[in-house]
C-alpha cells in the first residue's frame, strides 16, 4: 500500500508541469525520439531529457530497445492507475449524495406531518 | 488555455502529497471540519490547514459558511477535469492502436505473397 502511495505522489508530481503535460500529449500520439520531442518546445534536449527523466521514474515513459535512438514510449498503464484513483473519490461522493437522499427520505417518511397542509 | 494548463498545475500538484490525497479520501465520503480532519492523521490542525490550503487553491476543497465551524467540502468538479485530461490521452492511444492494425491490415492486402505457401 505505501508502494502505492508513492507511485502515485511521483505520478501525480510529473503531470504537475505543462512541459512534462505536452510530452506525454505528444506521447500518446506515437512514440518520439528525444530529437523529436525537443522540436516543438524551441528546448534543448538536455532540458527535454530532464523531463523525460521525472516522467520515467515515474514509469509514464519507457525506452524501447530499438536502435540506437531509443525513441520513447507512454506507459498508458501508469495514466489508468492515477485515473482509477480520481473516479473512485469520484463514485464515493456521488454514493454519499445517494445516501443522503435515502436519509432525507427516510426523516420524511417518519414526519409526522408529512402529507398533511400546514 | 494558458489558464487551464496553470489550473491542471495546481490540481495535479495538490494531488502528489499522500497526505492531502487521504484528505481527499475523507472528504469524498462527505464535508468535515478542520479538527475532525486532523483526527485521524495524528497532525496538528496547523500541519492539516496547510494542507488544505494548498487543496482550496487548486480549488479542489471548498469550505462552505454554515456556522463557525467552516466544514471543508470537495469539489469534484475539479476532480473531472483531472480526470478528462487522463482520459483524453489514454483514448488518444487507443486510437492510435486502431489505426496501426488498420496500417497493418492495408500492408497484408497489398503484399503479393499473402496467402501463398512461403
Same mark, same amino acid.
Given at each position: 500500500?505505501?508502494v502505492l502511495?508513492?507511485e502515485l505522489?511521483l505520478v501525480?508530481?510529473a503531470l504537475?508541469?505543462?512541459?512534462?503535460?505536452?510530452?506525454v500529449?505528444?506521447l500518446a500520439?506515437?512514440?518520439?525520439?528525444?530529437?523529436?520531442?525537443?522540436?516543438?518546445?524551441?528546448?534543448?534536449?538536455?532540458? @527535454?531529457?530532464? =523531463?523525460?527523466? &521525472?516522467l520515467e521514474?515515474a514509469r509514464l515513459v519507457s525506452?524501447?530497445?530499438?536502435?540506437?535512438? +531509443?525513441?520513447?514510449v507512454l506507459e498508458t498503464a501508469r495514466l489508468e492507475e492515477a485515473a482509477g484513483w @480520481?473516479d473512485? =473519490?469520484?463514485? &464515493?461522493?456521488?454514493?454519499?449524495?445517494?445516501?443522503?437522499?435515502?436519509?432525507?427520505?427516510?426523516? +420524511?417518511?417518519?414526519?409526522?406531518?408529512?402529507?398533511?397542509?400546514?
Amino acid at each position: 500500500m505505501a508502494v502505492l502511495e508513492d507511485e502515485l505522489t511521483l505520478v501525480f508530481s510529473a503531470l504537475a508541469d505543462p512541459t512534462r503535460r505536452a510530452i506525454v500529449e505528444r506521447l500518446a500520439r506515437g512514440e518520439a525520439t528525444v530529437g523529436e520531442l525537443a522540436e516543438p518546445f524551441a528546448m534543448t534536449q538536455q532540458a @527535454i531529457s530532464k =523531463h523525460l527523466k &521525472v516522467l520515467e521514474r515515474a514509469r509514464l515513459v519507457s525506452r524501447t530497445r530499438s536502435g540506437q535512438s +531509443r525513441p520513447c514510449v507512454l506507459e498508458t498503464a501508469r495514466l489508468e492507475e492515477a485515473a482509477g484513483w @480520481i473516479d473512485r =473519490h469520484r463514485q &464515493v461522493w456521488a454514493g454519499r449524495h445517494d445516501r443522503l437522499e435515502a436519509h432525507l427520505a427516510a426523516l +420524511r417518511a417518519d414526519d409526522p406531518d408529512e402529507g398533511k397542509a400546514k
